[in-house]
């Protein structure tokens, strides 16, 4: 069992003020000099430090918030739950903060909480006085609620096998939970589970296999093994082998994030970057990129991808 720590190491909180009246006047003009934000009822950070944070850090640090100001016990769970386990998402995340109850206990969706009825209890952990829902169950709930491409993202996370803690959930462990189930939702989580794989390195790269798929072109092998001239592998995000064609996500994090960057230069990583995909190209007849204004736009990647050479079965999508 492994739960992120709090993203931010020091936040301001009037509940922790010894006793000692705040200063109101002094914390109302560092928010208006914009040196911090409020990130929760009584709760502030450094902007500088919570701008960092990636939008699903965002989300745990004020389920954290909110989980040490609770008064009773919470069953933190769907998007609340995918942020503390690390189950990135697509899209905005919730500014309410997720937690199960059950269906006669009265309770409404109000200020930062947004409860979700159950009928039947839900696995769940330990953590922090409340319990959590454990990964396999945050994933199941999330495909449940929402639709295909979000479901999929989830499970691919879960899923994920490349994580540095080893993946949250088995495939095999998934599969066998879901052919048990039925009722509302089940239709939409076997979906998304037969779609779901280990092997997708990002959200972006989950969000392009499900739209490759719904523009009806052939299914691509994931992670596909080339050598370069150095000897070195290179794993490919999309390859067609029947086409001999290349399909990357070219996300900008490497091109910024220091950990992906490893020392180098923004200048440095994409001279290496474009190295690559010219040693790619040689080995291949076609090679596409994309980045996210192409999964905004499916248009976009259905010309990428049908330009180069790709077959589909269906049309061009509309506006």
């Known amino acids: ?28 003009a560092r928010i208006a000099s914009g040196e911090i934000v409020r990130i929760g009822p009584g709760a502030f950070a450094a902007r500088v430090a919570w701008e960092r944070l990636s939008p699903m850090a965002r989300h745990a640090q004020r389920v954290w918030e909110a989980a040490a100001r609770a008064k009773s016990q919470l069953v933190v769970s769907h998007h609340a739950a995918a942020a503390l386990h690390g189950i990135d998402l697509i899209g905005d995340w919730p500014t309410q903060v997720d937690v199960s109850v059950g269906l006669g206990s009265g309770g409404r969706s109000s200020g930062e909480f947004r409860r979700r009825g159950r009928q039947a209890a839900v696995e769940t952990w330990r953590w922090q006085g409340h319990a959590v829902t454990s ?35 088995e495939a095999s462990v998934l599969r066998e939970r879901v052919a048990g189930m039925s009722g ?16 997708a390195d990002s959200v972006r790269e989950s969000q392009s296999r499900v739209l490759i798929s719904v523009m009806g072109f052939p299914e691509p092998e994931l992670q ?10 290179a794993f490919t995000d999309f ?18 994030d220091p950990a992906l960057m490893k020392g180098r230069t923004a200048e440095e990583v994409l001279l290496a970057e474009k ?25 976009m990647l259905y010309d990428i991808l049908h330009g180069a050479g790709l077959p589909t079965f269906r049309p061009r999508p509309a506006r």
């Open 1 to 28: 069992m492994w739960i992120h720590e709090p993203p931010l190491n020091t936040v301001f909180r009037r509940r922790e003020n010894d006793g000692e009246p705040v200063n109101d006047r002094r914390l109302r």
């Open 239 to 256: 390859f067609w082998p029947d086409h001999r064609h290349i399909g990357e996500f070219d996300g900008v994090g490497k091109y910024r």
């Open 184 to 199: 509302r939702g089940s239709a939409r989580v076997a979906r998304a589970t037969r779609f779901a794989t280990s092997l």
């Open 135 to 169: 990964p396999l169950q945050t994933v199941i709930d999330l495909m449940a609620c929402s639709r295909f491409l979000d479901g999929v993202v989830a499970a691919d996370q879960a899923l994920w096998a490349k994580r540095r803690s080893g993946p949250l959930v």
């Open 275 to 299: 190295d690559r995909e010219d040693e790619l190209r040689r080995q291949v007849d076609a090679f596409s990129r994309w980045r996210v204004p192409a999964l905004r736009s499916p248009r």
């Open 224 to 233: 596909a093994r080339f050598l370069l001239d150095d000897g070195r592998d």
